[in-house]
């Protein structure tokens, strides 16, 4: 079996070193003393998974886990009136679509390595922008992207 957890953090440190921003699983991000993180950041959430078992065409496992990742723009802690900007979230965003972005010079693979866990490969990733959403009322920004990761099990040598 395809464990998620391991995908799931390999996924979240993806993110938090493509955006430099720190990236929370299922809520908001905190410091080391517990506090949230001021905006911008990322939360991740783990969604629906589809598993395949072996076959007698293949004998490896297989999954294909998807994840929701929300880029939130935010008031500056501080500033008063301050608000959250498209501007920040889209850079999120762009920072964000570079977990299925191809290498430059047209190899195979891409360009920036996602560890799944021992023994397991993202042979193939997918992403789709799903919107996002905007509340004037607490100056929120947001936009999303849906990662799906297909993976498998290497055979044991």
């Given at each position: 079996?395809?464990?998620?957890?391991?995908?799931?953090?390999?996924?979240?440190?993806?993110?938090?070193t493509?955006?430099?921003?720190?990236?929370?699983?299922?809520?908001?991000?905190l410091?080391?003393?517990?506090?949230?993180?001021?905006?911008?950041?990322?939360?991740?959430?783990?969604?629906?998974?589809?598993?395949?078992?072996?076959?007698?065409?293949?004998?490896?496992?297989?999954?294909?886990?998807?994840?929701?990742?929300?880029?939130?723009?935010?008031?500056?802690?501080?500033?008063?009136?301050s608000?959250?900007?498209?501007?920040?979230?889209q850079?999120?965003?762009?920072?964000?679509?570079?977990?299925?972005?191809?290498?430059?010079?047209?190899?195979?693979?891409?360009?920036?390595?996602?560890?799944?866990?021992?023994?397991?490969?993202?042979?193939?990733?997918?992403a789709?922008?799903?919107?996002?959403?905007?509340?004037?009322?607490?100056?929120?920004?947001?936009?999303?992207?849906?990662?799906?990761?297909?993976?498998?099990?290497?055979?044991a040598?």
């Open positions: 079996m395809i464990e998620r957890r391991p995908v799931t953090l390999g996924l979240q440190t993806l993110l938090a493509l955006t430099g921003r720190p990236v929370g699983l299922r809520s908001v991000p410091t080391a003393a517990g506090q949230p993180v001021a905006p911008p950041y990322t939360i991740l959430d783990p969604l629906d998974r589809i598993d395949d078992t072996r076959t007698l065409a293949d004998n490896q496992r297989a999954a294909v886990m998807n994840y929701q990742a929300t880029f939130v723009s935010g008031p500056t802690p501080g500033v008063p009136d608000r959250g900007g498209d501007e920040q979230a850079w999120l965003t762009d920072r964000a679509w570079k977990v299925v972005e191809r290498p430059a010079n047209g190899s195979p693979g891409y360009a920036h390595p996602l560890s799944v866990g021992p023994g397991v490969t993202c042979w193939r990733r997918e789709t922008e799903a919107g996002g959403t905007s509340d004037a009322g607490d100056a929120i920004i947001t936009s999303v992207i849906r990662f799906r990761l297909f993976l498998e099990e290497q055979p040598a």
